[in-house]
């Protein structure tokens, strides 16, 4: 590929591309009144930070691929812990290292009981969210040898002392917000359907699920195990960055999921069709979005520009779980107005196509999880994703402390004024 030319006035350079992207570096040998020629990104919508090879999505033909797996396969044929796998490894398990990998991970599901003081330390009404967080970072205090990250077999450990712990942390941050004790893990359940245990269990001494409701949360599992660099990995990579622990490095992740514009999408659609309200008002709303009147949730996205591959996963789940849990209204709302913005001109110009969240969270009601759930559910099945890229980041010879450039926009130099005469 030919290099990118670059002439300012008597400068000029030559910067090679590779794979598609210039070294940033190499601008900064082009001077400018302010230095190096930099380029500005908010948002970091064209910036490679990293090198991965993890996950591989292409926004335009809608395809999302965990190491070169498409997304759709790993959700028909894979467990949740077979793509945990696939992840932090690289290849998929044979059957006995699949087996390994769950005893490891599942032997690492119980928590302190100090963890458990740490949770219930905050008001009842306390967001999950804020309770898994700190109790994610307070894993290091209890672990101080996750510290030593540099040691592989360290991080290794910790890796499935977190993934086994999750699930725990999250069923304690709701069995806590509605004044009942905490649920032990049984070793008699696999890891999602000892999840809903923990969620839901009351005076059985073993509760189990539908099999269908276990299935299709272990699809949302899969489908939230990884997606990029999005703002929550990114905040894992960047603390690691730094040389910290795997526990802290998440808790970061969770501090960004937690942010409405990130993980409470599915939410907000629910809200959207709730105030929609019924089958005939449809038409009301969607000409009011047309007129800058309300937003149409769970439409489009950062990447996608096509209809994304892990709403058309889901939408093979909520049949399941509707035949188990009965039929909500809301489904036929959404439905309809999928079928509308799939055909309308002004949404398919925009390139308006169902995301994920769309039908998540109407799962996640059937399941009888309450809203401020959703995005603790969220953070589950990320966790094997930033394991993933935090061993990526910490092991990447190229990476250094992340330090951004900023283009400083403030006052010129000025004369420090006495207290007195100002």
């Not at 008001?123 to 030593?148: C, E, G, I, N, Q």
């Not at 599992?221 to 622990?245: K, M, P, Y």
């Not at 990476?399 to 900023?406: D, G, N, T, V």
Request: proline share 5%; net charge negative; glycine share 8%.
């Amino acid at each position: 590929m030919a290099d990118l030319h670059i002439s300012m006035g008597d400068v000029t350079a030559d910067l090679p591309i590779s794979e598609g992207t210039v070294r940033a570096t190499g601008l900064s040998a082009i001077p400018t009144e302010r230095g190096g020629l930099t380029s500005y990104d908010p948002g970091f919508v064209n910036t490679a930070a990293c090198r991965s090879s993890i996950t591989y999505i292409d926004g335009e033909a809608g395809i999302l691929e965990h190491r070169g797996y498409p997304i759709e396969e790993l959700a028909e044929h894979s467990t949740f812990l077979e793509v945990a796998y696939l992840l932090i490894n690289g290849e998929l398990p044979t059957a006995s290292e699949l087996e390994s990998w769950d005893y490891q991970v599942n032997r690492h599901r119980l928590v302190h009981e100090n963890v458990y003081d740490i949770i219930n330390s905050f008001r009842y009404d306390a967001h999950p969210m804020a309770k898994l967080m700190a109790s994610v970072a307070s894993l290091m205090t209890f672990y101080p040898s996750s510290r030593k990250i540099a040691d592989p077999e360290s991080r290794v450990l910790n890796s499935f002392r977190l993934l086994g712990k999750m699930p725990t942390l999250a069923a304690a941050t709701y069995r806590q917000s509605i004044g009942r004790h905490a649920v032990y893990p049984s070793d008699e359940l696999g890891y999602v359907e000892n999840f809903l245990a923990m969620l839901f269990q009351s005076q059985q001494r073993v509760w189990r699920a539908d099999p269908r409701l276990v299935r299709a949360l272990e699809i949302l599992f899969i489908l939230h195990a990884d997606h990029e660099q999005n703002c929550s990995t990114t905040a894992v990579r960047t603390v690691a960055s730094s040389g910290n622990d795997l526990y802290t490095s998440c808790g970061a992740g969770i501090g960004a999921l937690f942010g409405p514009l990130h993980g409470g999408a599915n939410e907000a659609v629910l809200k959207m069709l709730r105030e929609i309200g019924s089958l005939d008002r449809v038409p009301e709303f969607i000409e009011g979005v047309k007129n800058g009147k309300g937003r149409l949730m769970g439409f489009g996205h950062r990447v996608y520009k096509n209809y994304d591959p892990r709403a058309k996963v889901i939408k093979k789940a909520v049949d399941d779980v509707f035949e188990v849990r009965g039929m909500n209204p809301l489904l036929k709302i959404a439905v309809e107005l999928e079928r509308i913005a799939l055909n309308d001109e002004y949404f398919v110009k925009r390139k308006l196509y169902p995301n994920v969240d769309f039908y998540s969270g109407l799962i996640y009601e059937a399941l009888n999880f309450p809203t401020e759930m959703f995005t603790v559910l969220f953070a589950v099945p990320r966790t094997a994703g930033w394991i993933a890229h935090w061993q990526e980041q910490l092991t990447d010879p190229d990476q250094r402390i992340i330090r951004p450039k900023q283009i400083y926009s403030g006052s010129e130099r000025r004369t420090y004024v006495p207290l007195e005469d100002r």
